[in-house]
């Protein structure tokens, strides 16, 4: 809004949830007509980073389903290095992916492509097909797809409220949808596996 692009909340969710800071630029300046500040990304990311030191939350049952698994976990996100360092560090989560911590800045194409992802499998040695993909949004669960990989959709989160995000999600490609971390191992042990995996 500070630039001249007015979007309402749900509307930011469509356009914005879930697509790396590159991806949301082209987004914006498209709508726009214009070009944003070269700063804008950095400036983004300093005021979100200060918000999420004073409100960002953990979500129930993380800290038990990641430790419930017996297979490599990481995350694999389209923020910023940094925001995600500081996400993990303000809700308590940073020391159970440790190094395994994947940006889109680290590859070509941030999601619905899936180089992200295929970047994170290569990086934990694991073949695409055996990997299982939680995801919050479209762009999530379309960049799982088309890596060949499983993904569940979760919309559990606060920022889930308001919208049909479960139906959206299973459109998208999502093998199932939930709404409760703590369910997870208890999903994940029901699935079934590929062939070969």
Do not use: W
Not at 2 to 29: N, P, T, W
Not at 55 to 72: C, F, K, N, S
Not at 101 to 128: C, E, M, R, T, Y
Not at 158 to 172: F, P, Q
């Amino acid at each position: 809004a500070r630039h001249g692009l007015e979007v309402s909340e749900a509307e930011s969710r469509d356009l914005f949830l879930g697509i790396s800071a590159a991806s949301a630029r082209k987004v914006a300046e498209a709508r726009l007509g214009a070009a944003l500040p070269e700063n804008f990304e950095a400036e983004m990311a300093r005021e979100v980073i200060a918000e999420f030191e004073r409100d960002l939350q953990g979500i129930a049952g993380v800290r038990e389903a990641v430790t419930a698994m017996a297979r490599p976990v990481c995350v694999a996100s389209s923020s910023l290095p940094e925001r995600i360092r500081a996400s993990l560090r303000v809700v308590g989560y940073a020391d159970l992916f440790g190094p395994r911590v994947f940006s889109a800045a680290q590859v070509a194409n941030g999601k619905p492509a899936p180089d992200l992802l295929l970047h994170a499998a290569a990086n934990l040695g694991v073949h695409p097909r055996d990997c299982l993909v939680i995801e919050d949004s479209e762009a999530g669960v379309t960049a799982a797809r088309r890596a060949g990989m499983t993904a569940f959709g979760f919309v559990g989160g606060a920022h889930h409220r308001g919208g049909d995000y479960g139906a959206r999600l299973e459109a998208a490609g999502a093998a199932l949808v939930f709404d409760d971390m703590r369910a997870l191992p208890k999903l994940v042990a029901a699935f079934p596996r590929p062939a070969g995996a």
